[in-house]
């Protein structure tokens, strides 16, 4: 990669974290906001409000679910797509990119993922609570920038990159275990049909088509077919993101060309008044210079950035708030559920990571980040262990309306606020690095 594209990409990426930040501290409010309306004298309302039904449809063809679905099955896939436009920008452009920057990044991953549902497993081998161990796999990216960015704000960039490439490669593992192990029975009518609109998909990015309307509107048929066929629905949304447009309408030479012709035509028909544009060559220079701009944006960085905001500041606060409230008790029911998870969030995730990453490194395939120490590490990997809202999707799929998921619900919550107060103190203990030591 050249300096130039470093740089862009870098400025890419702290535009992303800034979000993921901000938006992890938003949905820690609502998360909490959640669990305090759950354990008030308005828990009765709180439930009942997500229990109603609401139809969406246009004539004999309507699609009634509860507030609570079209928020789980329906807006959730608005972030599933987000998570999927994300997973195509780091494999073409990002840590993903090539086999060197990948390596470690996907080492710790797997290493996080399979320690905690081992220990979860340890935890509820045969018992009921058995279908639950993709609980603790997840990591929150959200929550864990925005305690990253509280807890150290001058950590090394080398770690935020690999904390959050970390994540996605954590969510690419979520999303496979939800498709192949999460799903109901399947109907095969259905999951026809999905399979056609998405080779309707393919087949605009081949021809070329780079409005986005017509993906989205092919991608709401996706949507209907994939949650008819009894594949979680949100799969949907990750599909449609691998269909979007990778490439540029004009070149970057072509580009910075017409540029330069453009704000040439802007100045020599500047017309004194710097404040309000009076002049029509101005005006329309800057409409050319818009459409230019447009067309050497890909449409895929286009897409996440329009849907950047929307999931960290509308989508996922309204699935915390829909989500998070749960009774706190001292209940002994079901407790190697909550000790499974809380267990595989707060052990299992920073154990997973590390032993992966030494593997790794002592191997040869990959090496730490610059400003990175093992101990630093140990502590990043603790803030790995905050799952919050993969996990409480992953619970609800696992055990739907039956009254384990509460425990489930108590684990994550407990393990995710342990994960992170871990994190902290390690990292608080850990020696400062500069980037290039």
Not at 10 to 37: D, K, M, W, Y
Not at 210 to 232: E, K, N, P, T
Not at 381 to 400: D, N, P, R, V, Y
């Amino acid at each position: 990669m050249t300096a130039r594209l470093k740089h862009i990409h870098l400025t890419i990426f702290q535009r992303f974290f800034r979000t993921e930040t901000v938006g992890g501290l938003v949905l820690l409010v609502f998360g909490l906001a959640a669990l305090a309306v759950a354990n008030s004298p308005l828990a009765e309302t709180y439930d009942h409000v997500w229990e109603m039904p609401l139809k969406l449809g246009i004539v004999n063809h309507q699609l009634s679910l509860s507030l609570h679905e079209w928020i789980n099955d329906g807006l959730i896939a608005v972030f599933f797509l987000l998570v999927g436009l994300e997973i195509k920008r780091e494999l073409l452009a990002g840590e993903l990119c090539s086999v060197r920057q990948a390596t470690l990044p996907i080492a710790c991953a797997i290493g996080g993922m399979v320690v905690p549902s081992a220990i979860y497993l340890f935890f509820n081998f045969r018992g009921m609570g058995s279908h639950g161990w993709g609980i603790p796999m997840a990591t929150d990216i959200a929550f864990a920038l925005g305690a990253l960015n509280l807890i150290a704000p001058n950590a090394p960039i080398g770690a935020k990159v690999l904390l959050t490439a970390l994540a996605i490669v954590d969510d690419m593992g979520a999303v496979l275990v939800i498709a192949l192990f999460y799903s109901e029975a399947i109907a095969w009518t259905a999951l026809a049909g999905a399979a056609v609109t998405l080779l309707v998909l393919i087949g605009f990015n081949l021809a070329g088509v780079r409005h986005l309307w017509a993906y989205l509107l092919a991608g709401v048929v996706l949507w209907l077919f994939v949650h008819a066929s009894g594949v979680h629905a949100t799969i949907a949304g990750v599909a449609l993101a691998f269909t979007i447009p990778t490439n540029t309408r004009i070149n970057a030479v072509e580009f910075s060309r017409e540029a330069r012709s453009l704000l040439g035509d802007f100045d020599r028909r500047e017309t004194g008044d710097f404040l309000v544009l009076t002049s029509k060559g101005q005006q329309e220079a800057l409409f050319s210079l818009e459409r230019a701009s447009e067309g050497v944006t890909a449409p895929v960085l286009r897409l996440e950035r329009a849907l950047h905001n929307f999931s960290a500041f509308v989508v996922m606060p309204l699935f915390a708030f829909a989500n998070a409230g749960v009774k706190i008790d001292l209940s002994m029911q079901h407790l190697e559920i909550g000790l499974g998870v809380l267990v595989g969030l707060v052990f299992g995730k920073p154990l997973g990571i590390m032993a992966a990453a030494l593997v790794a490194v002592k191997m040869g395939i990959a090496r730490l980040p610059m400003g990175v120490s093992w101990r630093s590490l140990l502590g990043y990997g603790c803030l790995a262990g905050i799952g919050f809202t993969m996990s409480l999707f992953i619970a609800m799929l696992a055990f739907a309306d039956s009254p384990l998921v509460d425990t489930a619900k108590r684990g994550i919550v407990v393990g995710s606020l342990l994960a992170g107060v871990a994190g902290a103190v390690l990292l608080k203990i850990s020696p400062v690095l500069r980037d290039d030591q």
